[in-house]
């Protein structure tokens, strides 16, 4: 009898703490980046990893910005629903610039820009085949 009303004690204890200390939403303490490389669907589907990105120390805000163009916090980016987190959910055809209305447009622009540019001494892929997949293959996410 003791042994079971410890057990249920402790039991109770753990998932009392475990309730207390978990985040309560996808804010700053939940958000994490994807660790599998995702392939941006589309006529020429591309591969794109957030761990290579973030391990050169860009913030996720420089992709995930406001409509200000001004980067969103972890906790701001944790509270979006999936759909608003890809390029997508705001860059579509109500979008007021015509130019980035695509996700190709915005991939080509900011991208391009960033590894053209450099990062903390690094430089992106800039010719085609270092972004997009070969003919035939299949894309596993879109953006």
């Known amino acids: 009898m003791k042994k079971t009303l410890f057990a249920i004690t402790i039991g109770c204890a753990t998932a009392l703490t475990t309730m207390l200390t978990a985040p309560t939403s996808a804010g700053a303490a939940g958000l994490t980046a994807p660790t ?5 669907q589309g006529k020429k589907p591309a591969r794109f990893n957030h761990g ?3 391990a050169l120390g860009l913030e996720c805000g420089a992709c995930h910005h406001d409509q200000e163009h001004q980067p969103r916090n972890a906790e701001a980016i944790g509270a979006m629903a999936p759909e608003q987190l890809k390029c997508a959910g705001c860059h579509n055809k109500d979008f007021k610039n015509s130019k980035l209305q695509k996700p190709s447009q915005i991939f080509h622009a900011k991208c391009k820009e960033c590894h053209n540019a450099g990062y903390n001494d ?3 892929p800039t010719k085609c ?3 997009h997949l070969a003919k035939g293959k299949q894309a596993i996410e879109g953006c």
């Open 36 to 40: 599998q490389q995702i392939t941006i």
């Open 52 to 54: 290579t990105h973030t």
């Open 122 to 124: 690094k430089k992106g």
């Open 129 to 131: 085949a270092g972004c």
